[in-house]
């Protein structure tokens, strides 16, 4: 059975830094695009980051350009199973919980169409 599991969030101080990790379990996700998705009280799901199969190409939405960075565990012998989110300089409206998402390509991942979503973690800014 496939399972993405998130981790990493907290509550931080505005201005501060989270560490996001997703690890998948169940089978290897080295061909898979792996994207980072959030969703606040009230709201939609939305679009924050993804990554290529290997690593090298990235996007994100507008709002956290220059301050996330998302990438994926590229070491030699590595599965590529793992997605880390960097987010730095947070600011209250980053609060929500954030979900992983995978999928065989970067446009699902991107549009929220992957097939494989993680429980998420919630992170908190307080201001």
């Known amino acids: 059975q496939v399972q993405l599991v998130e981790s990493g969030g907290g509550l931080v101080q505005a201005g501060g830094s989270l560490r996001l990790s997703c690890a998948v379990s169940g089978r290897t996700f080295s061909s898979y695009a792996m994207g980072w998705f959030r969703q606040a009280p009230g709201k939609e799901r939305e679009f924050v980051a993804a990554v290529n199969w290997s690593g090298g190409s990235t996007h994100y939405a507008d709002f956290v350009k220059g301050r996330f960075t998302i990438s994926r565990d590229i070491s030699r012998g590595s599965p590529k199973n793992t997605v880390f989110l960097q987010m730095n300089n947070l600011k209250p409206e980053d609060a929500a919980v954030y979900y992983c998402?995978?999928?065989?390509?970067?446009?699902?991942?991107?549009?929220?169409?992957?097939?494989?979503w993680g429980q998420g973690t919630q992170v908190t800014v307080s201001s």
């Open positions: 998402e995978a999928d065989g390509t970067t446009a699902r991942v991107m549009d929220g169409r992957g097939d494989y």
